[in-house]
């Protein structure tokens, strides 16, 4: 079971702050072989969305960075022991909330999709408004979850 919460980056802790780093780290720069500045500015404005074990561990993590009249959904990741489970779908459902939530002015989400996940995000109702293109060398696609009023 995988517990939730949100928190701005003045209410992070030191150990929280550090673990979401090296999650972060461990998948998008060691596991995806792929070098870029993973920690950037956008952290310091986003909504952190943290999803711990029973352990307290965490294993899932996105952020939601609010952007005029939409949120953008990033860094959206599972730790590997974690995945196979529905861990994924799950993630992405409560990041959906959440942003309904945190950002209820918003019309629409934003997602910077990994191409080979574009499926997966459409369940969701993620719509493609891009071509695929390369980020940091991995196929990415840019996809827009249109909100209404009754969202």
Known sequence: MVAYQTK?????TTHELWALYRLRTAV?????????????????TATHLLGTDDQGQLVAYARLIPEQNHVRIGRVVVAKAARGNGAGRE???????????????????????????????????F??????????????????LPLTQQD
Do not use: R
């Open 91 to 125: 993630l992405v459902t409560t990041a959906i909330a959440a942003a309904k939530a945190h950002f209820p002015q918003a019309t629409q989400i934003d997602i910077q999709a990994q191409a080979y996940l574009q499926s997966f995000y459409e369940t969701f109702g």
């Open 28 to 44: 998008f720069v060691v596991e995806q072989t792929c070098y870029y500045q993973e920690v950037d500015d956008a952290d310091l």
């Open 127 to 144: 719509q493609p408004v891009s071509d695929v293109y390369l980020e940091t060398g991995i196929p990415h696609l840019d996809m827009v």
């Open 8 to 12: 701005t980056f003045p209410e992070l």
